[in-house]
């Protein structure tokens, strides 16, 4: 089992940034696929960003490539997002999410644990 817990959202100017931080617990955390999804108002829910246990993998969705970078500090037990460029369309609340075990990226609908969100707002 593992506890995850997400800090570093807040409001921002469009073309700011922020860094979100997801510190876990609880297991040996290079055994575990780390992943940032959101969740805007009236939207489902989408994968973000992932990286694979080692981080040797990453997976990017479209609408923030080149703008956010996923890593990882497994003697920190901490995955980070860093988020540039933002834009209102990031607006949300923003989670992270593991999946032990996995083989690369773990697919969206394969993470077993969640944090409980941190809001993004992006003022225009």
């Known amino acids: 089992q593992v506890q995850l817990v997400e800090s570093g959202g807040g409001l921002v100017q469009a073309g700011g940034s922020l860094r979100l931080s997801c510190a876990a617990s609880g297991r040996t955390f290079s055994s575990i696929a780390m992943g940032w999804f959101r969740q805007a108002p009236g939207k489902e829910r989408e994968l973000v960003a992932a990286v694979s246990r080692s981080a040797t993998s990453t997976y990017y969705t479209d609408t923030v490539k080149d703008r956010f970078t996923i890593s990882r500090d497994n003697a920190k037990n901490t995955v980070y997002l860093q988020m540039n460029s933002l834009k209102p369309a990031d607006t949300a609340v923003y989670y992270c999410?593991?999946?032990?075990?996995?083989?690369?990226?773990?697919?969206?609908?394969?993470?077993?644990?969640w944090g409980q969100g941190t809001q993004v707002t992006v003022s225009s």
């Open positions: 999410a593991a999946r032990f075990w996995a083989v690369g990226i773990p697919g969206e609908n394969e993470y077993d644990y």
